[in-house]
Protein backbone atom coordinates (compact mmCIF):
# COMPACT_ATOMS: atom_id res chain seq x y z
CA UNK A 1 0.00 0.00 0.00
CA UNK A 2 3.25 2.49 0.92
CA UNK A 3 4.52 1.74 -2.16
CA UNK A 4 1.32 2.34 -3.91
CA UNK A 5 0.81 6.22 -2.50
CA UNK A 6 4.48 6.68 -2.89
CA UNK A 7 4.31 5.86 -6.72
CA UNK A 8 1.61 7.99 -7.30
CA UNK A 9 2.85 10.95 -5.32
CA UNK A 10 5.83 10.90 -7.60
CA UNK A 11 3.84 10.43 -10.84
CA UNK A 12 2.06 13.73 -9.51
CA UNK A 13 5.28 15.54 -8.97
CA UNK A 14 6.52 14.45 -12.51
CA UNK A 15 3.38 16.31 -13.98
CA UNK A 16 3.34 18.81 -11.93
CA UNK A 17 7.57 19.28 -13.25
CA UNK A 18 6.49 18.88 -16.71
CA UNK A 19 3.29 21.40 -16.25
CA UNK A 20 6.03 23.68 -14.72
CA UNK A 21 8.07 23.04 -18.07
CA UNK A 22 5.51 23.66 -20.32
CA UNK A 23 4.55 26.48 -18.86
CA UNK A 24 8.11 28.17 -19.07
CA UNK A 25 8.31 27.15 -22.69
CA UNK A 26 4.92 28.70 -23.17
CA UNK A 27 5.91 32.07 -21.46
CA UNK A 28 9.19 32.07 -23.81
CA UNK A 29 7.52 31.69 -27.07
CA UNK A 30 4.86 34.33 -25.73
CA UNK A 31 7.46 36.72 -25.13
CA UNK A 32 9.12 36.37 -28.72
CA UNK A 33 5.87 36.52 -30.57
CA UNK A 34 4.93 40.13 -28.47
CA UNK A 35 9.07 40.54 -29.35
CA UNK A 36 7.85 40.13 -33.16
CA UNK A 37 4.85 42.56 -33.25
CA UNK A 38 6.98 45.13 -31.65
CA UNK A 39 9.32 44.94 -34.04
CA UNK A 40 6.97 45.27 -37.24
CA UNK A 41 6.26 48.31 -35.31
CA UNK A 42 9.31 49.56 -34.66
CA UNK A 43 10.19 48.79 -38.83
CA UNK A 44 7.20 51.27 -39.76
CA UNK A 45 8.19 53.81 -36.68
CA UNK A 46 11.75 54.06 -38.13
CA UNK A 47 11.23 54.12 -41.39
CA UNK A 48 8.28 56.68 -41.72
CA UNK A 49 9.88 58.55 -38.89
CA UNK A 50 13.28 58.69 -40.64
CA UNK A 51 11.65 59.84 -43.89
CA UNK A 52 9.13 62.67 -42.28
CA UNK A 53 11.49 63.80 -40.05
CA UNK A 54 14.78 64.01 -42.58
CA UNK A 55 11.98 65.15 -45.57
CA UNK A 56 10.68 67.17 -43.59
CA UNK A 57 13.67 70.27 -43.40
CA UNK A 58 13.94 70.14 -47.05
CA UNK A 59 10.22 71.04 -46.96
CA UNK A 60 9.23 74.70 -47.32
CA UNK A 61 6.20 76.67 -49.04
CA UNK A 62 9.14 77.20 -51.51
CA UNK A 63 9.67 73.13 -52.28
CA UNK A 64 5.94 72.71 -52.67
CA UNK A 65 5.28 75.67 -54.94
CA UNK A 66 8.46 75.89 -57.23
CA UNK A 67 8.87 73.39 -60.48
CA UNK A 68 12.16 71.11 -60.18
CA UNK A 69 14.71 72.94 -62.61
CA UNK A 70 16.43 69.85 -64.22
CA UNK A 71 19.82 69.40 -63.97
CA UNK A 72 22.59 67.01 -62.38
CA UNK A 73 22.06 68.98 -58.74
CA UNK A 74 18.30 67.79 -58.37
CA UNK A 75 17.80 71.68 -57.87
CA UNK A 76 14.17 73.29 -57.73
CA UNK A 77 11.03 71.91 -55.89
CA UNK A 78 8.12 69.61 -56.36
CA UNK A 79 5.08 71.88 -57.90
CA UNK A 80 4.81 69.96 -61.33
CA UNK A 81 5.28 67.03 -59.84
CA UNK A 82 2.44 67.08 -57.75
CA UNK A 83 0.43 68.41 -60.54
CA UNK A 84 1.00 65.50 -62.54
CA UNK A 85 0.65 63.03 -59.64
CA UNK A 86 -3.13 64.39 -59.60
CA UNK A 87 -3.10 64.45 -63.49
CA UNK A 88 -2.38 60.87 -63.54
CA UNK A 89 -4.74 59.63 -60.78
CA UNK A 90 -7.58 61.46 -62.00
CA UNK A 91 -6.74 59.84 -65.42
CA UNK A 92 -6.65 56.31 -64.73
CA UNK A 93 -9.26 56.34 -62.04
CA UNK A 94 -11.53 57.59 -65.35
CA UNK A 95 -10.66 54.85 -67.12
CA UNK A 96 -10.43 52.19 -64.68
CA UNK A 97 -13.84 53.15 -61.95
CA UNK A 98 -16.33 52.17 -65.02
CA UNK A 99 -14.70 49.81 -65.98
CA UNK A 100 -14.05 47.88 -63.16
CA UNK A 101 -17.79 48.41 -61.52
CA UNK A 102 -18.93 47.48 -64.45
CA UNK A 103 -17.29 44.16 -64.63
CA UNK A 104 -17.78 43.67 -60.79
CA UNK A 105 -21.85 43.91 -61.35
CA UNK A 106 -22.05 41.37 -64.18
CA UNK A 107 -19.89 39.44 -61.91
CA UNK A 108 -22.00 39.24 -58.83
CA UNK A 109 -25.34 40.47 -60.26
CA UNK A 110 -25.83 38.83 -63.93
CA UNK A 111 -23.78 35.41 -62.66
CA UNK A 112 -26.42 33.63 -60.93
CA UNK A 113 -29.55 34.90 -63.51
CA UNK A 114 -31.68 31.91 -65.08
CA UNK A 115 -31.66 33.41 -68.47
CA UNK A 116 -28.00 32.99 -68.47
CA UNK A 117 -28.06 29.18 -68.76
CA UNK A 118 -26.10 29.08 -71.89
CA UNK A 119 -22.61 27.47 -71.20
CA UNK A 120 -21.10 29.72 -73.09
CA UNK A 121 -21.40 32.53 -70.66
CA UNK A 122 -21.12 30.15 -68.12
CA UNK A 123 -17.54 29.87 -68.57
CA UNK A 124 -16.78 33.33 -70.23
CA UNK A 125 -17.61 34.19 -66.58
CA UNK A 126 -15.33 31.77 -64.45
CA UNK A 127 -12.85 32.62 -67.02
CA UNK A 128 -13.29 36.38 -66.05
CA UNK A 129 -12.86 35.34 -62.32
CA UNK A 130 -9.91 33.46 -62.84
CA UNK A 131 -8.45 36.41 -64.91
CA UNK A 132 -8.98 39.28 -62.28
CA UNK A 133 -7.44 36.51 -59.71
CA UNK A 134 -4.35 36.89 -62.52
CA UNK A 135 -4.19 40.17 -63.00
CA UNK A 136 -3.89 40.72 -58.73
CA UNK A 137 -0.78 38.97 -58.91
CA UNK A 138 1.42 39.81 -62.11
CA UNK A 139 3.92 42.58 -61.30
CA UNK A 140 3.96 46.20 -62.30
CA UNK A 141 6.74 46.21 -64.41
CA UNK A 142 5.01 43.68 -66.52
CA UNK A 143 2.23 46.00 -66.85
CA UNK A 144 4.98 48.73 -67.88
CA UNK A 145 6.51 46.16 -70.33
CA UNK A 146 2.89 45.53 -71.63
CA UNK A 147 2.42 49.21 -71.79
CA UNK A 148 5.23 50.00 -73.62
CA UNK A 149 4.73 47.36 -76.40
CA UNK A 150 1.01 48.21 -76.60
CA UNK A 151 0.51 51.72 -75.87
CA UNK A 152 3.88 53.46 -76.57
CA UNK A 153 4.80 52.07 -79.44
CA UNK A 154 2.29 49.76 -81.14
CA UNK A 155 -0.59 52.39 -80.86
CA UNK A 156 2.25 55.31 -80.99
CA UNK A 157 0.56 57.03 -78.50
CA UNK A 158 4.49 57.77 -77.52
CA UNK A 159 6.02 58.45 -73.79
CA UNK A 160 2.65 60.02 -72.76
CA UNK A 161 0.28 60.53 -70.01
CA UNK A 162 -2.37 58.70 -72.05
CA UNK A 163 0.16 55.23 -71.73
CA UNK A 164 1.01 55.71 -68.73
CA UNK A 165 -3.26 55.83 -67.76
CA UNK A 166 -4.16 53.00 -69.46
CA UNK A 167 -1.20 51.03 -67.95
CA UNK A 168 -2.25 51.91 -64.82
CA UNK A 169 -5.58 51.06 -64.99
CA UNK A 170 -5.07 47.67 -66.21
CA UNK A 171 -3.36 47.46 -62.34
CA UNK A 172 -5.85 48.57 -60.70
CA UNK A 173 -8.64 47.28 -62.29
CA UNK A 174 -8.43 44.04 -59.73
CA UNK A 175 -8.97 46.24 -56.94
CA UNK A 176 -11.50 48.29 -57.99
CA UNK A 177 -13.02 45.03 -59.26
CA UNK A 178 -12.81 42.73 -55.87
CA UNK A 179 -13.92 46.10 -53.46
CA UNK A 180 -16.71 46.05 -55.81
CA UNK A 181 -17.73 43.27 -55.66
CA UNK A 182 -17.55 42.80 -51.47
CA UNK A 183 -19.30 45.93 -51.63
CA UNK A 184 -22.34 44.45 -53.83
CA UNK A 185 -22.23 40.95 -52.33
CA UNK A 186 -23.09 42.92 -48.32
CA UNK A 187 -26.16 44.28 -50.13
CA UNK A 188 -28.87 42.53 -48.59
CA UNK A 189 -31.18 40.54 -50.95
CA UNK A 190 -34.53 41.84 -49.89
CA UNK A 191 -33.11 45.68 -51.00
CA UNK A 192 -33.41 43.44 -54.45
CA UNK A 193 -36.01 41.67 -54.05
CA UNK A 194 -38.27 44.41 -52.82
CA UNK A 195 -37.05 46.59 -55.52
CA UNK A 196 -38.43 44.10 -58.38
CA UNK A 197 -41.72 43.06 -56.82
CA UNK A 198 -42.46 47.08 -56.98
CA UNK A 199 -42.01 46.39 -60.92
CA UNK A 200 -38.51 47.61 -61.69
CA UNK A 201 -36.42 46.14 -63.79
CA UNK A 202 -32.75 44.81 -63.31
CA UNK A 203 -31.11 47.33 -64.19
CA UNK A 204 -33.04 50.08 -62.23
CA UNK A 205 -32.58 48.21 -59.33
CA UNK A 206 -29.29 47.67 -59.84
CA UNK A 207 -28.72 51.69 -60.47
CA UNK A 208 -31.30 53.08 -58.23
CA UNK A 209 -30.91 51.02 -55.01
CA UNK A 210 -27.82 48.63 -55.06
CA UNK A 211 -25.21 50.65 -56.43
CA UNK A 212 -26.44 53.44 -53.89
CA UNK A 213 -26.42 51.09 -51.03
CA UNK A 214 -22.79 49.80 -51.81
CA UNK A 215 -20.99 53.34 -52.76
CA UNK A 216 -18.91 53.47 -49.43
CA UNK A 217 -17.22 49.63 -50.58
CA UNK A 218 -16.69 50.90 -53.92
CA UNK A 219 -15.21 54.44 -52.90
CA UNK A 220 -13.06 52.57 -50.46
CA UNK A 221 -11.73 50.16 -53.73
CA UNK A 222 -11.64 53.93 -55.46
CA UNK A 223 -9.58 55.62 -52.36
CA UNK A 224 -7.12 52.33 -52.45
CA UNK A 225 -6.49 52.52 -56.48
CA UNK A 226 -5.61 55.97 -55.71
CA UNK A 227 -2.90 55.08 -53.51
CA UNK A 228 -1.27 52.73 -55.61
CA UNK A 229 -0.95 54.68 -58.55
CA UNK A 230 0.73 57.56 -56.20
CA UNK A 231 3.10 54.55 -55.24
CA UNK A 232 3.39 52.91 -58.62
CA UNK A 233 6.85 54.03 -60.10
CA UNK A 234 7.69 50.89 -62.31
CA UNK A 235 4.91 51.41 -64.68
CA UNK A 236 5.55 54.82 -65.09
CA UNK A 237 9.48 54.75 -64.82
CA UNK A 238 8.42 52.77 -68.96
CA UNK A 239 5.66 54.68 -69.89
CA UNK A 240 5.47 58.14 -68.93
CA UNK A 241 9.16 59.43 -70.32
CA UNK A 242 10.23 61.43 -67.24
CA UNK A 243 9.80 64.96 -68.27
CA UNK A 244 9.78 67.47 -65.37
CA UNK A 245 7.90 70.21 -66.85
CA UNK A 246 3.87 70.24 -66.72
CA UNK A 247 1.64 68.41 -69.17
CA UNK A 248 -0.55 70.58 -70.76
CA UNK A 249 -2.29 67.48 -72.68
CA UNK A 250 -2.35 63.46 -72.11
CA UNK A 251 -0.12 63.01 -75.27
CA UNK A 252 2.67 64.95 -73.01
CA UNK A 253 5.17 62.70 -70.92
CA UNK A 254 5.22 64.06 -67.32
CA UNK A 255 7.00 62.83 -64.04
CA UNK A 256 5.11 62.14 -60.69
CA UNK A 257 6.16 62.32 -57.41
CA UNK A 258 7.39 58.48 -56.82
CA UNK A 259 9.19 59.01 -60.27
CA UNK A 260 10.76 62.28 -59.40
CA UNK A 261 11.81 60.85 -55.92
CA UNK A 262 13.61 58.19 -58.04
CA UNK A 263 15.56 60.84 -60.88
CA UNK A 264 16.82 62.38 -57.73
CA UNK A 265 18.22 59.24 -55.78
CA UNK A 266 19.49 57.77 -58.87
CA UNK A 267 20.58 60.26 -61.50
CA UNK A 268 21.48 63.33 -59.28
CA UNK A 269 21.67 61.81 -55.94
CA UNK A 270 20.14 64.59 -54.10
CA UNK A 271 19.62 62.68 -51.26
CA UNK A 272 18.20 65.33 -49.29
CA UNK A 273 15.14 66.95 -51.92
CA UNK A 274 14.53 62.96 -52.55
CA UNK A 275 14.18 62.54 -48.94
CA UNK A 276 11.63 65.43 -48.99
CA UNK A 277 10.13 63.92 -51.54
CA UNK A 278 9.64 60.76 -49.79
CA UNK A 279 8.15 62.94 -46.73
CA UNK A 280 5.53 64.01 -49.31
CA UNK A 281 4.13 60.66 -50.53
CA UNK A 282 4.51 59.44 -47.04
CA UNK A 283 2.21 61.92 -45.94
CA UNK A 284 -0.25 61.15 -49.09
CA UNK A 285 -0.30 57.70 -47.69
CA UNK A 286 -0.65 58.14 -44.12
CA UNK A 287 -3.77 60.11 -45.08
CA UNK A 288 -5.37 57.61 -47.70
CA UNK A 289 -4.97 54.97 -45.23
CA UNK A 290 -6.95 57.55 -42.87
CA UNK A 291 -9.54 58.10 -44.77
CA UNK A 292 -9.99 54.18 -45.82
CA UNK A 293 -10.63 53.59 -42.22
CA UNK A 294 -12.81 56.49 -42.04
CA UNK A 295 -14.80 55.36 -44.97
CA UNK A 296 -14.73 51.85 -44.10
CA UNK A 297 -16.09 52.50 -40.35
CA UNK A 298 -19.10 54.10 -42.10
CA UNK A 299 -19.68 51.38 -44.20
CA UNK A 300 -20.17 49.18 -41.21
CA UNK A 301 -22.10 51.80 -38.81
CA UNK A 302 -23.94 51.73 -42.04
CA UNK A 303 -24.76 47.70 -42.31
CA UNK A 304 -25.62 47.94 -38.97
CA UNK A 305 -28.35 50.73 -38.83
CA UNK A 306 -29.81 48.93 -41.90
CA UNK A 307 -30.13 45.48 -39.38
CA UNK B 1 -40.85 45.97 -75.69
CA UNK B 2 -41.11 48.96 -73.63
CA UNK B 3 -38.03 51.32 -73.65
CA UNK B 4 -37.09 50.73 -70.16
CA UNK B 5 -37.17 46.93 -70.98
CA UNK B 6 -34.71 47.80 -73.94
CA UNK B 7 -32.43 49.33 -71.86
CA UNK B 8 -31.95 46.80 -69.43
CA UNK B 9 -31.18 44.37 -71.88
CA UNK B 10 -28.83 47.12 -73.28
CA UNK B 11 -26.91 47.90 -69.77
CA UNK B 12 -26.51 44.06 -69.95
CA UNK B 13 -24.46 43.84 -72.71
CA UNK B 14 -22.30 46.50 -71.96
CA UNK B 15 -21.89 45.25 -68.15
CA UNK B 16 -20.51 41.97 -69.60
CA UNK B 17 -18.57 43.97 -72.21
CA UNK B 18 -16.70 45.18 -68.94
CA UNK B 19 -16.69 41.99 -67.53
CA UNK B 20 -15.01 40.84 -70.13
CA UNK B 21 -12.08 43.13 -69.96
CA UNK B 22 -9.99 41.49 -67.50
CA UNK B 23 -9.74 38.26 -69.74
CA UNK B 24 -8.91 40.26 -73.10
CA UNK B 25 -6.06 42.04 -70.92
CA UNK B 26 -4.42 39.07 -69.50
CA UNK B 27 -4.06 37.80 -72.77
CA UNK B 28 -2.99 41.05 -74.38
CA UNK B 29 -0.17 41.01 -72.02
CA UNK B 30 0.86 37.25 -72.61
CA UNK B 31 0.37 38.65 -76.33
CA UNK B 32 2.44 41.61 -76.82
CA UNK B 33 4.93 40.18 -74.28
CA UNK B 34 5.69 37.26 -75.82
CA UNK B 35 5.41 38.38 -79.60
CA UNK B 36 7.82 41.24 -78.93
CA UNK B 37 10.47 38.69 -77.74
CA UNK B 38 9.78 36.26 -80.49
CA UNK B 39 13.16 37.59 -82.40
CA UNK B 40 15.44 37.27 -79.57
CA UNK B 41 14.10 33.16 -78.80
CA UNK B 42 14.92 32.45 -82.49
CA UNK B 43 17.56 34.42 -82.86
CA UNK B 44 19.47 34.05 -79.88
CA UNK B 45 18.14 30.76 -78.97
CA UNK B 46 16.28 29.80 -76.23
CA UNK B 47 19.23 27.86 -74.37
CA UNK B 48 21.97 30.52 -75.32
CA UNK B 49 19.47 32.98 -73.24
CA UNK B 50 18.50 30.72 -70.06
CA UNK B 51 21.55 28.93 -69.68
CA UNK B 52 24.58 31.53 -70.35
CA UNK B 53 25.50 33.94 -67.64
CA UNK B 54 26.68 36.99 -69.69
CA UNK B 55 24.58 39.76 -70.46
CA UNK B 56 26.01 42.32 -72.46
CA UNK B 57 24.34 43.65 -75.03
CA UNK B 58 26.90 45.83 -76.00
CA UNK B 59 28.86 42.39 -78.10
CA UNK B 60 25.45 40.20 -78.18
CA UNK B 61 25.85 38.64 -75.20
CA UNK B 62 22.10 38.04 -74.02
CA UNK B 63 22.20 34.93 -71.25
CA UNK B 64 19.51 35.74 -68.57
CA UNK B 65 20.86 33.06 -66.14
CA UNK B 66 22.66 35.62 -63.49
CA UNK B 67 19.10 37.75 -63.44
CA UNK B 68 17.51 34.90 -62.64
CA UNK B 69 20.26 33.62 -59.95
CA UNK B 70 19.94 37.27 -59.14
CA UNK B 71 15.99 37.08 -58.37
CA UNK B 72 16.10 33.84 -56.83
CA UNK B 73 18.98 34.85 -54.71
CA UNK B 74 17.37 37.85 -53.16
CA UNK B 75 13.92 36.05 -53.05
CA UNK B 76 15.33 33.80 -50.93
CA UNK B 77 17.27 36.22 -48.77
CA UNK B 78 13.75 38.05 -48.03
CA UNK B 79 12.12 34.80 -47.38
CA UNK B 80 14.49 34.18 -44.56
CA UNK B 81 14.35 36.95 -43.09
CA UNK B 82 10.47 37.87 -43.69
CA UNK B 83 8.91 34.83 -43.04
CA UNK B 84 9.39 34.23 -39.47
CA UNK B 85 8.73 38.06 -38.55
CA UNK B 86 5.83 37.92 -40.60
CA UNK B 87 3.73 34.42 -39.18
CA UNK B 88 5.41 35.92 -36.01
CA UNK B 89 3.23 38.94 -36.15
CA UNK B 90 0.37 36.85 -37.43
CA UNK B 91 0.26 34.39 -34.45
CA UNK B 92 0.70 37.73 -32.30
CA UNK B 93 -1.80 39.46 -33.81
CA UNK B 94 -4.82 36.44 -33.79
CA UNK B 95 -4.07 34.68 -30.80
CA UNK B 96 -1.85 36.04 -28.42
CA UNK B 97 -2.02 40.14 -28.81
CA UNK B 98 -5.00 41.82 -26.61
CA UNK B 99 -7.45 43.88 -28.45
CA UNK B 100 -5.84 47.51 -27.75
CA UNK B 101 -2.55 46.33 -29.39
CA UNK B 102 -4.12 44.62 -32.20
CA UNK B 103 -5.54 48.10 -32.93
CA UNK B 104 -2.13 49.48 -33.05
CA UNK B 105 -0.39 46.89 -34.95
CA UNK B 106 -2.90 45.72 -37.44
CA UNK B 107 -2.56 49.37 -39.25
CA UNK B 108 0.69 49.59 -38.71
CA UNK B 109 1.46 46.72 -40.81
CA UNK B 110 -1.56 47.82 -43.10
CA UNK B 111 0.99 51.55 -43.33
CA UNK B 112 4.04 48.84 -44.22
CA UNK B 113 2.04 47.96 -47.09
CA UNK B 114 1.29 51.09 -48.51
CA UNK B 115 4.26 52.77 -48.58
CA UNK B 116 5.54 53.34 -52.17
CA UNK B 117 8.55 51.05 -53.24
CA UNK B 118 10.43 54.03 -53.87
CA UNK B 119 10.76 54.77 -50.47
CA UNK B 120 11.64 52.21 -48.99
CA UNK B 121 14.27 51.83 -51.80
CA UNK B 122 15.67 55.41 -50.42
CA UNK B 123 15.65 54.28 -46.99
CA UNK B 124 18.09 51.48 -47.86
CA UNK B 125 19.77 54.45 -49.84
CA UNK B 126 20.85 56.30 -47.05
CA UNK B 127 20.87 53.77 -44.07
CA UNK B 128 21.24 50.45 -44.98
CA UNK B 129 23.63 50.61 -47.55
CA UNK B 130 26.59 52.61 -45.40
CA UNK B 131 25.44 50.12 -42.38
CA UNK B 132 26.62 47.29 -44.27
CA UNK B 133 29.75 49.09 -46.65
CA UNK B 134 31.21 49.07 -43.32
CA UNK B 135 32.14 45.43 -43.42
CA UNK B 136 35.37 44.70 -43.50
CA UNK B 137 35.82 42.63 -46.81
CA UNK B 138 37.22 43.65 -50.38
CA UNK B 139 34.78 44.67 -52.95
CA UNK B 140 31.80 45.30 -50.44
CA UNK B 141 30.20 48.30 -51.80
CA UNK B 142 27.47 48.01 -49.60
CA UNK B 143 24.95 47.51 -52.44
CA UNK B 144 24.20 43.98 -53.55
CA UNK B 145 21.93 41.20 -51.88
CA UNK B 146 21.97 41.75 -48.09
CA UNK B 147 20.42 45.17 -48.66
CA UNK B 148 18.28 44.29 -51.08
CA UNK B 149 16.80 41.21 -48.84
CA UNK B 150 16.42 42.81 -46.01
CA UNK B 151 14.21 45.71 -47.70
CA UNK B 152 12.14 43.53 -49.53
CA UNK B 153 11.52 41.33 -46.39
CA UNK B 154 10.15 44.65 -44.87
CA UNK B 155 7.94 44.95 -48.22
CA UNK B 156 6.50 41.54 -48.46
CA UNK B 157 5.71 41.17 -44.70
CA UNK B 158 2.24 42.69 -44.81
CA UNK B 159 1.20 40.48 -47.55
CA UNK B 160 2.22 36.96 -45.48
CA UNK B 161 0.91 38.70 -42.35
CA UNK B 162 -2.21 39.40 -43.18
CA UNK B 163 -2.86 36.34 -45.09
CA UNK B 164 -1.55 33.97 -42.56
CA UNK B 165 -3.35 36.18 -39.71
CA UNK B 166 -6.56 35.67 -41.99
CA UNK B 167 -5.55 31.61 -42.39
CA UNK B 168 -5.37 31.36 -38.28
CA UNK B 169 -8.36 33.28 -37.77
CA UNK B 170 -10.22 30.86 -40.23
CA UNK B 171 -9.59 27.90 -37.73
CA UNK B 172 -13.03 26.94 -35.90
CA UNK B 173 -13.20 27.91 -32.43
CA UNK B 174 -13.87 24.43 -31.43
CA UNK B 175 -10.39 23.51 -32.01
CA UNK B 176 -9.29 25.82 -29.26
CA UNK B 177 -11.77 24.96 -27.05
CA UNK B 178 -10.88 21.05 -27.40
CA UNK B 179 -7.66 21.52 -27.10
CA UNK B 180 -7.28 23.47 -24.27
CA UNK B 181 -10.17 21.35 -22.43
CA UNK B 182 -7.55 18.34 -22.86
CA UNK B 183 -5.37 20.19 -20.75
CA UNK B 184 -3.00 22.00 -23.92
CA UNK B 185 -1.55 24.92 -22.78
CA UNK B 186 -2.23 27.90 -24.73
CA UNK B 187 1.05 27.70 -26.93
CA UNK B 188 0.50 24.16 -27.28
CA UNK B 189 -2.84 24.54 -28.28
CA UNK B 190 -1.53 27.36 -31.10
CA UNK B 191 1.74 24.85 -32.03
CA UNK B 192 -0.04 21.67 -32.72
CA UNK B 193 -3.78 22.77 -32.96
CA UNK B 194 -4.12 25.81 -34.70
CA UNK B 195 -1.15 26.07 -36.85
CA UNK B 196 -1.36 22.76 -38.57
CA UNK B 197 -4.95 23.39 -39.52
CA UNK B 198 -4.44 26.52 -40.72
CA UNK B 199 -0.90 25.39 -42.79
CA UNK B 200 -2.31 25.71 -45.82
CA UNK B 201 -3.28 29.25 -46.09
CA UNK B 202 -0.01 30.40 -44.04
CA UNK B 203 2.07 28.26 -46.89
CA UNK B 204 -0.32 30.26 -49.74
CA UNK B 205 0.76 33.54 -47.70
CA UNK B 206 4.26 32.78 -48.19
CA UNK B 207 4.15 31.67 -51.73
CA UNK B 208 2.55 35.16 -52.37
CA UNK B 209 5.22 36.77 -50.69
CA UNK B 210 7.07 34.58 -53.15
CA UNK B 211 5.72 36.20 -56.00
CA UNK B 212 5.39 40.01 -55.01
CA UNK B 213 9.12 39.29 -54.21
CA UNK B 214 9.75 38.08 -57.63
CA UNK B 215 8.01 41.45 -59.33
CA UNK B 216 9.82 44.21 -56.86
CA UNK B 217 11.42 46.51 -59.29
CA UNK B 218 12.19 49.69 -58.07
CA UNK B 219 13.06 49.27 -55.05
CA UNK B 220 15.59 46.59 -56.36
CA UNK B 221 16.93 48.53 -58.48
CA UNK B 222 18.03 51.05 -56.65
CA UNK B 223 20.10 48.82 -53.46
CA UNK B 224 21.12 45.71 -55.54
CA UNK B 225 23.89 47.14 -57.24
CA UNK B 226 22.48 46.02 -60.97
CA UNK B 227 25.56 44.41 -61.59
CA UNK B 228 24.50 41.68 -64.85
CA UNK B 229 26.98 39.40 -63.06
CA UNK B 230 26.10 35.82 -61.43
CA UNK B 231 25.95 36.51 -57.43
CA UNK B 232 29.37 34.90 -55.79
CA UNK B 233 30.67 34.82 -52.39
CA UNK B 234 33.49 38.13 -52.46
CA UNK B 235 35.69 36.16 -50.03
CA UNK B 236 36.60 32.75 -48.71
CA UNK B 237 34.00 33.06 -46.56
CA UNK B 238 30.70 31.57 -47.97
CA UNK B 239 28.29 34.38 -46.11
CA UNK B 240 30.03 37.08 -48.26
CA UNK B 241 28.04 35.74 -51.02
CA UNK B 242 25.32 38.20 -49.59
CA UNK B 243 27.72 41.00 -50.34
CA UNK B 244 27.66 40.29 -53.89
CA UNK B 245 26.23 42.59 -56.28
CA UNK B 246 23.58 41.09 -58.58
CA UNK B 247 20.58 42.25 -61.06
CA UNK B 248 16.95 40.88 -61.09
CA UNK B 249 15.22 39.92 -63.67
CA UNK B 250 12.79 42.93 -63.04
CA UNK B 251 15.85 45.41 -62.73
CA UNK B 252 17.08 44.19 -66.03
CA UNK B 253 13.71 44.89 -67.55
CA UNK B 254 13.74 48.66 -66.03
CA UNK B 255 17.19 49.74 -66.38
CA UNK B 256 17.47 49.25 -70.11
CA UNK B 257 13.95 49.20 -71.85
CA UNK B 258 14.54 52.81 -72.71
CA UNK B 259 17.05 52.85 -74.56
CA UNK B 260 17.39 49.60 -76.13
CA UNK B 261 16.48 48.55 -80.09
CA UNK B 262 16.30 45.79 -81.75
CA UNK B 263 17.16 42.55 -80.71
CA UNK B 264 18.32 44.09 -77.25
CA UNK B 265 15.04 45.13 -76.99
CA UNK B 266 13.68 41.71 -77.83
CA UNK B 267 15.59 40.13 -75.58
CA UNK B 268 14.20 42.30 -72.44
CA UNK B 269 10.94 41.37 -73.51
CA UNK B 270 12.51 37.65 -72.81
CA UNK B 271 12.99 38.54 -69.68
CA UNK B 272 9.50 40.15 -69.21
CA UNK B 273 8.27 36.16 -70.36
CA UNK B 274 11.01 34.51 -68.06
CA UNK B 275 9.43 36.61 -65.20
CA UNK B 276 5.82 36.68 -66.08
CA UNK B 277 5.88 32.71 -66.45
CA UNK B 278 7.80 32.66 -63.10
CA UNK B 279 4.66 34.28 -61.39
CA UNK B 280 2.02 32.56 -63.21
CA UNK B 281 3.62 29.12 -61.61
CA UNK B 282 3.93 30.78 -57.88
CA UNK B 283 0.84 32.22 -57.97
CA UNK B 284 -0.91 29.28 -59.54
CA UNK B 285 0.64 26.82 -56.81
CA UNK B 286 -0.82 29.24 -54.12
CA UNK B 287 -3.94 29.15 -55.82
CA UNK B 288 -3.97 25.47 -56.06
CA UNK B 289 -2.86 25.11 -52.20
CA UNK B 290 -6.15 27.25 -51.14
CA UNK B 291 -8.47 25.62 -53.13
CA UNK B 292 -7.26 21.65 -52.37
CA UNK B 293 -7.98 23.35 -48.48
CA UNK B 294 -11.57 24.34 -49.51
CA UNK B 295 -12.59 21.27 -51.30
CA UNK B 296 -10.66 19.35 -48.03
CA UNK B 297 -13.15 21.58 -45.50
CA UNK B 298 -15.81 20.82 -47.48
CA UNK B 299 -15.78 16.88 -47.42
CA UNK B 300 -15.30 17.18 -43.44
Keep these: ?307 | MSGRMIADKVVKYILFASAIISIIIVLAIGFFIFRESIDAWTEIGVSEMLFKTVWRPGIDQYGILAMIAGSLSVTFGAILLGVPLALGCAIFLAEIAPEGVQAVVRPAVQLLAGIPSVVYGLFGMVILVPLIRNIDVPGNSGYGLLAASIVLAVMILPTIASIAEDAIRAVPENYRHGSLALGATKWQTITRVILPAGKSGIIAGVILGVGRALGETMAMIMVIGNSAIMPRPLSSNPLTFFLSQARTLTGNIAVEINYATGIHESALFATGVVLFGLIIVVNASARWIIRSQKYVEKAN
Excluded at chain 1, 17 to 23: A, D, I, P
Excluded at chain 1, 45 to 74: C, D, M, Q, R
Design chain 1, 1 to 307: MDERSSEIALIHKAQALNLKKEHRRQSFWVALMWLFGLITVSILILVVGYVLLKGGTAINWEFLTTPPKGGLSGEGGISTTIGTTFYLVGLTLLIATPLGVGAAMFLIEYAGEQSLGSKFLRSMISIANFAVETLAGIPSIIYGLFGYALFVSTLKFGFSLLSAALAGACLVLPTIIRTTEEALLAVPDDYRRGSLALGATKWQTLYRVVLPASTPGIITGIILSVGRVISETAIFYVTLGGSYRMPTSVMDSGRTLALHLYYLAMDTRAFDKAMGTGAVLVVMIILINLLIDFVSRKLTAGVRRVR
